[in-house]
């Protein structure tokens, strides 16, 4: 017997999806998930370094300029063109001087990790798509 899939939505902490009598909330599940987030070594780790950060406007005029020239960097490469020789020895030289500043190499680290466990949980939830996409 096939059980049909119907999305019940009044609100959006309303929203339910009814499968075969059982009721889960995705929802719900997003908000655990982002709570759970929170509590990991990585989040803490960076929102003390932000904390830091926040009251020096050196390093957080540094960090919002490597993370700029980091943008334009991978936007580059996105639309197909290679970035020179010269734009990635800019980049990896700011972010070498980046690390001399202990409140910025703190939050640089923590962002990398807590980027890696988001790309984690982004393809995770992307293989569940992968079953129903057609291409």
Request: aromatic share 6%.
């Amino acid at each position: 017997m096939i059980e049909t899939a119907r999305h019940v939505r009044n609100t959006h902490s309303d929203a339910h999806l009814v499968l075969g009598g059982s009721h889960l909330n995705p929802y719900d599940t997003a908000h655990q998930l982002a709570r759970t987030i929170r509590d990991v070594e990585a989040f803490h780790s960076m929102k003390t370094a932000k904390e830091r950060i926040q009251d020096d406007e050196n390093a957080k005029r540094m960090l919002n300029d490597f993370h700029m020239k980091q943008l334009q960097f991978e936007q580059k490469r996105l639309l197909g063109q290679e970035p020179t020789e010269e734009e990635q020895e800019a980049l990896q030289k700011l972010y070498e001087i980046l690390q001399l500043h202990s409140d910025v190499r703190d939050y640089l680290l923590a962002e990398y990790q807590l980027g890696i466990l988001m790309q984690d949980v982004h393809k995770i939830l992307g293989d569940v798509l992968e079953e129903v996409s057609i291409i």
